[in-house]
């Protein structure tokens, strides 16, 4: 793995190339790979030259950065002041915001560049980017793949090289899936560490922007710079000053090894995993094997409190102030409910369908009220597992990227795909995911490491060593900018 | 038979925080359309509420005002359903863990009207509907409501109507709202059946929604009261329903029965945690509650002595309370200021709002001045009435009317003089006072009055007199 962001800020530093330049070396890139990869839904080039000359202001006058003047990319549901911000989804066809979420303007603030909104499971749901109003990204590794998902146009778009790095949203697995199909880093941050104003909401107790990334390294230059407490965001919470150091000191780590992350994994998953973990052995950690039952429900939590969370959140699109309206209704209720029935996508309305049911009076101590208990009971042995480790290893997930179309036929299997993901969001935990080698096709496989509560630092550190002994490489894609 | 009636009303009242009660928009009533609104309050996607600790403040406030028990760990809920003027789909509201309950309203009668519970949420925008099109204005999204739920403890239109003019009252006294009926700052739901005397068994209930004025509660109950004892009369059944009162007609229609009520799928609010309340923070607020109404009617009259008819219209206007016992610290007799007060600086006040505002150009020091001079004897009750109507009109200080030499020019010496020519000159009125006539000796009390054009104490001048006639 390299560090991207480092490599290209030393050298705009330098002055061996301006930010302009190297941004129309990605709009070329970008025009060049996208209209095979379906990355981007929203091409925002005029901001980007915006930015970039802001950029090379910024530089010029020896204000830069980390991240100043390299081009990026955000999901495209993170609010964006006057460019489009359609959550992947007909309901909001031509919606331009007038605010920008807090992670972008403090990108922004930096001299990030913003080159377009990326491709993404309509308003989040899904797991292969499949029911994306614009049509599924392609895994840049394997164009007959799925990037998985939700933020599957990140994933392609930086595993393309067509985005030095790019902003995604976690709320079951989102960020880590994705690279962990498309061979990147994608950091899931603990709840509360980056706000959430400005991302569309899909499951609000669950959501979580982080970066996807070509190496830890640029993980944790991005997290420092969009993580804090934020006065718009009451569940935001104070991250400790100053940069994220990252020594990859391993010796006597204790790596915690939880059964029920590995049933039914494939065998060459499973041992990818352990041949990851064996190094760090030998690297002076320790592996201490922890049980946690309630993993194994943590999946239908998941569905119930998201959906419950979603059928509350996407009550609001409703073509009244923004978005898609239907034509040729007779009444308010009438526009509503055809503005609704032509504007959702499927998947969209098959959790809102589940999410308005558990909710449901009747319903709501059956489902709901249970799905809270159990969530509790989740966070409560994580809790007592890192008492007896400092981290968790596990798969990203329980394989790596599906066949376009697979998804279709194969509903609950694509669901449980999610089993090793959710739990990390139902307990607020931060997780990285990064390349452990590939399968028997070749295609990426991810370990994650899951850390306690607002451990994000020691997370990142021990995805670190990784990084600096060779163990993690990304996907090499033979296109774009490459650094 | 003879039916009693049983009702309980839900009332919402506007907070009078500066800003709303999720974002930094201003609640000023009125303004253009859409122009008090932000991505906050208008729903935008990815926008998100930040409770306004104010409101939780106020509500504390009226909570502890009406003797409720403050629930200091809360929480708030969604409450979902879809209307145009609601922009999220949901209102955030409080559903399970209200921020104070069990509390109570004193009427004057004694009895007490329990208080269910107080909670916290969010007031929706306005639909206008105009020439055939229908707008949305969202400056009222977003301004904080507190909803205050009574027991069915109420039996008559006119409990209700004391009830509210009690909570209105007190409300303002804690200066949490102005509680204004007619711009919608207070609304309330009245909930309303019937059971025959004697029965232990409430009624079927039905409930009018949104009633905003005082006495349209009190016809809208009275008629319900008699509708539903026909219906039960006629051998029908009460159907439970929420009903509109037209106030053109003065009668009820159903809005929806309960076979369409809506299921609000209530649920923790995600986007804003757990509310934890210092105790201390409760303390605090306890101790900032200024005297409150009904402790203030009683101390005016049993420890200031003031007449209950006379304190009955004092104590409702704090305002006014204030100024008096401003004026009563700088030694002011209380008797005198009370009078004034009602009798001359009313007059200048017609309305409730006014009395409600008290605005007028004459200070507590100013006052205290004129009624010292009422207590001293240097004035009378006339004089000091007309000064203190100029001064109401003109703003100008005391000093203006009476001077000093007007004052100091009436000592005893010169007041006895006075009454030895009223004597001399009113012979007649002297022999029917001694043939015990009493009231004749107001002809040589007029001739006091005019002779010191009004500054003489009448009470010292009727010692003299009649000492001078009965030796």
Known sequence: MKSVISILSSKLRSGEITSAQLTEQYIKEIEKHNPTLNAYVHLTFDEARANAAAADKLIKEGKATALTGIPFTLKDNIATDGLPTTCCSKILQGLKPYYDATVWSKLKAQGAVLLGKTNMDEFAMGSTSESSYFGAPLNPVDTTKVTGGSSGGVAAAVCANIAAYGLGSDTGGSIRQPASFCGIVGFKPTYGAVSRYGLIAYGSSLDQIGPMTQSVTDAAIVYDAIRGEDKADGTSVPTPDGKTVLNGDVKGLKIGIAEEYFDGVPSDIKSAIDGMVAAYERAGAQVVKVSIPALKLALPVYYIIACAEASSNLGRYDGIRYGFRATGYTSVDDMITKTRTEGFGKEVKKRIMLGTYVLSSGYFDAYYKKACLIRKAVESQMAEAFEKCDVLFAPTAPNTAFPLGYSGGNAVQTYLSDVCTVPVNIAGLPAISIPCGTDKGGMPIGVQIIGKKFDDSRVLDVAYFAEISGLSETADFKGGVRV | ?471
């Open chain 2, 1 to 471: 038979m003879k039916y009693r009636l049983v009702s309980g009303l839900e009332t919402h009242v506007e907070l009078a925080t500066a800003t709303k009660i999720f974002c930094g928009c201003t609640t000023a009533f009125g303004g253009s359309p859409n122009t008090h609104c932000c991505p906050v309050c208008t729903g935008q996607p990815g926008a998100l509420p930040v409770l306004n600790k104010k409101v939780v403040e106020y509500a504390i406030r009226a909570g502890l005002a009406t003797h409720c028990t403050i629930n200091t760990t809360t929480h708030l809920d969604r409450k979902n359903y879809c209307y145009p003027d609601l922009p999220k789909a949901y209102q955030i509201s409080q559903f399970d863990k209200p921020l104070c309950e069990h509390g109570y309203v004193e009427l004057e009668s004694g009895k007490r009207i329990g208080i269910t519970r107080i909670h916290i949420e969010e007031d929706a925008g306005k639909l206008v509907h105009e020439s055939g099109f229908t707008y949305v204005d969202y400056n009222r999204g977003g301004v904080p409501l507190i909803e205050i739920v009574s027991e069915p403890d109420i039996s008559s239109p006119e409990e209700a109507k004391e009830y509210v003019e009690k909570l209105q009252l007190i409300m303002r006294y804690i200066g949490v709202s102005d509680c204004k009926m007619q711009e919608g700052s207070m609304r309330c739901d009245v909930n309303i059946s019937v059971m025959p005397e004697g029965a232990t068994e409430f009624g079927t209930r039905t409930e009018i929604k949104n009633m905003n004025s005082i006495s349209y509660i009190e016809k809208a109950m009275a008629y319900e009261y008699e509708r539903q004892i026909e219906v039960i009369e006629g051998g029908g059944k009460i159907v439970q329903a929420t009903l509109r009162y037209d106030e053109h007609t003065g009668e009820t229609s159903v809005m929806r029965t309960k076979e369409d009520a809506q299921d609000y799928r209530y649920f923790p609010e995600p986007d804003i945690l757990t509310v934890v309340i210092p105790e201390s923070k409760v303390e605090e607020i306890k101790n900032s509650l200024p005297e409150l109404p009904t402790d203030k009617l009683h101390r005016y009259i049993d420890e200031l002595k003031i007449n209950p008819a006379t304190a009955k219209l004092l104590y409702k206007y704090k305002r006014v309370c204030d100024f008096a016992e401003r004026a009563f610290a700088l030694g002011a007799g209380v008797k005198n200021t009370v009078n004034l007060i009602v009798g001359t600086l009313y007059s200048k006040l017609e309305t409730e709002e006014d009395k409600e505002k008290f605005v007028l150009p004459v200070s507590a020091d100013e006052m205290a001045a004129l009624v010292k001079l009422v207590d001293d004897g240097k004035i009378n009750i006339t004089l000091a009435q007309k000064t203190l109507s100029a001064m109401a009109e003109e703003g100008k200080p005391v000093s203006a009317y009476i001077k000093p030499e007007d004052i100091a020019g009436m000592d005893d010496g010169e007041l006895e003089s006075i009454c030895r020519q009223a004597v001399e000159a009113n012979a007649g009125a002297v022999a029917d006072f001694k043939a015990g006539k009493e009231k004749a000796i107001f002809a040589l009390y007029g001739f006091v009055k005019k002779a010191t054009q009004g500054k003489a104490d009448i009470k010292k001048a009727d010692e003299i007199i009649k000492k001078l006639i009965l030796g």
